[in-house]
C-alpha cells in the first residue's frame, strides 16, 4: 500500500475508532453502575408496575429518574432507544485498522522471523482464525461452564486468555500479539451485543408487541454478557495502547505480562462496580499498586552492555541507523515524527534509540531491516561514551 495512503487511512479509522469506543465504553461504565446502584421504588404505584429499582442522578444542570423494570412496562415506551451502533463502529474500524496496518504490511509489523517462521499469508490466516476460534470457545464456555457457575467461568476464561496471549506471542511480532489479543477480546465484546444482547432485547420488544410475558432467561444471558463486556474493557483498551510502551511488548515473558495487566485492570472495574453497589473495598486498589510496583521492578531494563573495546565515533554508527532505522524514520511520515536523517537528529534522539533499538530490541519492528547483536552493541557503546 502506498504509504501515504496508508497514513490518511490511519487517522481517519483511528479517530473513527477511537470516538466509536469513547461512546461505547462510556455508555457500558454508565449502564453497569447504573444497574448496580438502583433502590427499590419508593413509590408503591412503581412497584406495582412493575418497577424493580429506580436511580436518582444530577449532570449537565439537572436531576435525572431512570427506572429499571423487572421484565417490561405494561405498554411499549415510545421512543425506544437502542445502544449498538457504537459496539459495532468500534469494531468495524478496529477490524479496519488492523487490516490497514498489520495485513497490507504483514511482513514488516504481523511476521517475525524469531518468533515463528510464517509467510505473510500464514499469518494473516492464523490472526483472522484465532479472532473467529476466541468468540466461538468464549460462547460456548458460556453456555456450558457459565449456565453452571460465572465465578468457574471467570477462572477457565482467565486461563484461556493467557494461552492466547502466549500462543500470539509464539507466532506474531511482540507488538502485533498483544494487538492480537485485543482484538480477539474486543471481537467477543462486539459478538456479544450482535448475537446475544440485542437479539434478548429484540425478543422483550417482541413479546411486549405481542403482549404476551416476556421470557427471562435470554435477558438474564444478556445481562451476563454485558457485564463480561464490562470487565474485557480494561484489558482491551490496554492492547490497544501498549504499542506505544515497548517495556512491555518487548519484554522477555511479555504474554504474561499481559496476564498480569489484564488481571490488575480487571480488578480495577471490581472497585468501581463494587463501589457503585455501596460497597467500599480498598484492598483492592492496594493490591492492584501493589502488582503494578511490582511489575514496573520486574520490567525494568538492565544497563546496556557492550564488548566493544574503545572509542566509537560518530562515522562508525552513522551506516548503522541509515541502513537499519533511518529506512522508516525519514521524511515528513516519519513515525511519530522522529527522524534520524542528520546527526543533530540522531543525537537529539540518544534516549529513544538506547532505549527501542538496545535495551527492548522493539526496533526495527520485526528486525525487518536485519539489524545485528553486535551493530546493537556498537550503538550501546557510542551512547556509553556520549552520555
Known amino acids: 500500500m502506498d504509504p501515504y495512503l496508508r497514513d490518511v487511512l490511519d487517522v481517519?479509522?483511528?479517530?473513527?475508532?477511537?470516538?466509536?469506543?469513547?461512546?461505547?465504553?462510556?455508555?457500558?461504565?454508565?449502564?453497569?453502575?447504573?444497574?448496580?446502584?438502583?433502590?427499590?421504588?419508593?413509590?408503591?404505584?412503581?412497584?406495582?408496575?412493575?418497577?424493580?429499582g429506580e436511580f436518582w442522578g444530577v449532570h449537565g444542570g439537572g436531576l435525572y429518574h431512570s427506572q429499571k423494570y423487572r421484565l417490561a412496562p405494561a405498554e411499549m415506551p415510545e421512543p425506544l432507544h437502542w445502544f449498538k451502533w457504537e459496539a459495532y463502529t468500534t469494531w468495524l474500524s478496529?477490524?479496519?485498522?488492523?487490516?490497514?496496518?498489520?495485513?497490507?504490511?504483514?511482513?514488516?509489523?504481523?511476521?517475525?522471523?524469531?518468533?515463528?517462521?510464517?509467510?505473510?499469508?500464514?499469518?494473516?490466516?492464523?490472526?483472522?482464525?484465532g479472532i473467529a476460534l476466541a468468540w466461538i470457545v468464549y460462547d460456548m464456555l458460556c453456555r456450558t461452564v457459565g449456565r453452571r457457575s460465572q465465578?468457574?467461568?471467570?477462572?477457565?476464561?482467565?486461563?484461556l486468555v493467557s494461552l492466547a496471549a502466549w500462543g500470539s506471542s509464539e507466532l506474531f511480532a511482540p507488538r502485533a500479539a498483544y494487538l492480537?489479543?485485543?482484538?480477539?477480546l474486543g471481537t467477543i465484546m462486539t459478538a456479544n451485543v450482535f448475537l446475544v444482547i440485542i437479539p434478548a432485547h429484540r425478543k422483550l420488544v417482541a413479546a411486549m408487541e405481542a403482549g404476551s410475558e416476556p421470557d427471562a432467561a435470554p435477558l438474564l444471558e444478556a445481562k451476563n454478557r454485558s457485564v463480561h463486556?464490562?470487565?474485557?474493557?480494561?484489558?482491551?483498551?490496554?492492547?490497544?495502547?501498549?504499542?506505544?510502551?515497548?517495556l512491555v511488548f518487548s519484554a522477555d515473558e511479555a504474554w504474561l505480562v499481559f496476564v498480569v495487566i489484564a488481571v490488575l485492570t480487571a480488578l480495577i472495574r471490581v472497585f468501581f462496580n463494587r463501589w457503585n453497589a455501596g460497597?467500599?473495598?480498598?484492598?483492592?486498589?492496594?493490591?492492584?499498586?501493589?502488582?503494578?510496583?511490582?511489575l514496573a521492578l520486574w520490567l525494568r531494563p538492565e544497563?546496556?552492555?557492550?564488548?566493544?573495546?574503545?572509542?566509537?565515533?560518530?562515522?562508525?554508527?552513522?551506516?548503522?541507523?541509515?541502513?537499519?532505522?533511518?529506512?522508516?524514520?525519514a521524511g515528513p511520515s516519519a513515525p511519530l515524527g522522529v527522524r534520524l536523517e542528520t546527526r543533530e537528529q540522531i543525537e537529539a534522539r540518544i534516549d529513544d534509540i538506547e532505549r527501542q533499538a538496545v535495551l527492548t530490541q522493539a526496533m526495527p519492528p520485526g528486525n525487518a531491516t536485519g539489524i545485528s547483536t553486535s551493530e546493537r552493541e556498537l550503538l550501546a557503546a557510542w551512547i556509553a561514551q556520549n552520555r
Not at 279 to 294: D, K, M, N, Q, Y
Open 180 to 184: 492480537q489479543v485485543g482484538v480477539m
Open 151 to 159: 465465578a468457574a467461568l471467570t477462572v477457565v476464561g482467565t486461563g
Open 303 to 329: 544497563e546496556a552492555g557492550s564488548d566493544v573495546a574503545g572509542p566509537v565515533a560518530f562515522e562508525q554508527i552513522r551506516p548503522v541507523v541509515e541502513e537499519r532505522c533511518a529506512t522508516c524514520h
Open 229 to 246: 463486556n464490562n470487565y474485557l474493557t480494561l484489558p482491551v483498551l490496554f492492547t490497544m495502547l501498549a504499542g506505544h510502551f515497548a
Open 94 to 129: 478496529g477490524f479496519a485498522l488492523m487490516v490497514v496496518l498489520y495485513y497490507f504490511d504483514a511482513g514488516l509489523r504481523l511476521v517475525d522471523r524469531d518468533a515463528a517462521d510464517l509467510d505473510e499469508w500464514q499469518a494473516i490466516a492464523l490472526s483472522v482464525g
Open 12 to 52: 481517519l479509522l483511528r479517530m473513527l475508532h477511537v470516538v466509536a469506543g469513547i461512546a461505547w465504553i462510556g455508555a457500558s461504565f454508565y449502564f453497569v453502575r447504573l444497574d448496580l446502584a438502583l433502590r427499590a421504588p419508593k413509590r408503591r404505584e412503581d412497584a406495582e408496575a412493575g418497577v424493580a
Open 279 to 294: 460497597r467500599r473495598e480498598w484492598w483492592i486498589p492496594v493490591v492492584a499498586a501493589a502488582g503494578v510496583v511490582a
